[in-house]
């Protein structure tokens, strides 16, 4: 799953400017977790959800499972964002 996903956000960087980048994958995050909750009938299993490389968090209450993922999907690929742009910054300067 993580490695899907991690494939999918890379694919999808090169078609999507990184203004909505984070904001696409945070929708995207949600509503695929979303399905495969409604999926499992919000089972009283802890359901463990992997993002951000290796990052797991765990939640037993499916309705908060939907706002802490979503936001810390956001925040976390916020993060990832102004890294590399950052990182683009520097090779703009080295150049």
């Known amino acids: 799953f ?6 999918k956000v890379e694919f999808l960087k090169l078609f999507i ?3 909505y980048f984070d904001m696409y994958v945070c929708i995207y995050m949600c509503v695929y977790i979303y399905m495969c909750v409604y999926v499992c009938m919000c089972v009283y299993v802890c359901i463990c959800v992997c993002i951000c490389m290796y ?10 499972m939907y706002v802490c993922v979503c936001v810390y999907m956001y ?21």
């Open 2 to 7: 993580v490695g899907y996903v991690f494939l």
């Open 17 to 19: 400017p990184l203004s």
């Open 55 to 64: 990052v797991c968090i765990c939640m037993y209450v499916c309705v908060y």
């Open 75 to 95: 925040v976390c690929v916020s993060l990832q964002v102004w890294e590399h742009r950052g990182m683009q910054g520097k090779y703009n300067v080295e150049i």
